[in-house]
């Protein structure tokens, strides 16, 4: 069983940025594929960026160039840089974790909330 914790969210001006991070707990961490997905109220969850173990990254079209998405394997964390913040940013982002060749996330951590508003 894996347990995954975020932090980092906050209330934020657009244009600014914040850096959230997820502690994984409780499982081989490298093993997995790490995301980040957001929720906006009334939306559907939709994935922002992932991480494989070797670190190759994927991202929502909508945060291309914007947001980095990094892993520490030594510190079984994984964090999202989010840089030039806009109002629709604005969700409960959660961290997850899949198995290579699971198809969907196998964990995921409980949400931090962001904020872009003046």
């Known amino acids: 069983q894996v347990q995954l914790v975020e932090s980092g969210g906050g209330l934020v001006q657009p244009g600014g940025s914040l850096r959230l991070s997820c502690a994984a707990s409780?499982?081989?961490?490298?093993?997995?594929?790490m995301a980040w997905y957001r929720q906006a109220p009334g939306k559907q969850r939709e994935l922002v960026a992932d991480?494989?173990?070797?670190?190759?990254?994927n991202y929502a079209d909508s945060v291309k160039g914007r947001f980095t998405i990094t892993r520490d394997n030594a510190k079984n964390t994984v964090f999202l840089e989010m840089n030039s913040l806009k109002p629709e940013d604005t969700a409960v982002y959660y961290c997850?974790?899949?198995?290579?060749?699971?198809?969907?996330?196998?964990?995921w951590g409980q949400g931090t909330q962001v904020t872009v508003s003046l």
């Open positions: 409780g499982g081989i961490f490298n093993r997995y594929t």
């Open positions: 997850s974790a899949r198995l290579p060749f699971r198809r969907a996330p196998d964990y």
């Open positions: 991480i494989t173990s070797g670190h190759s990254t």
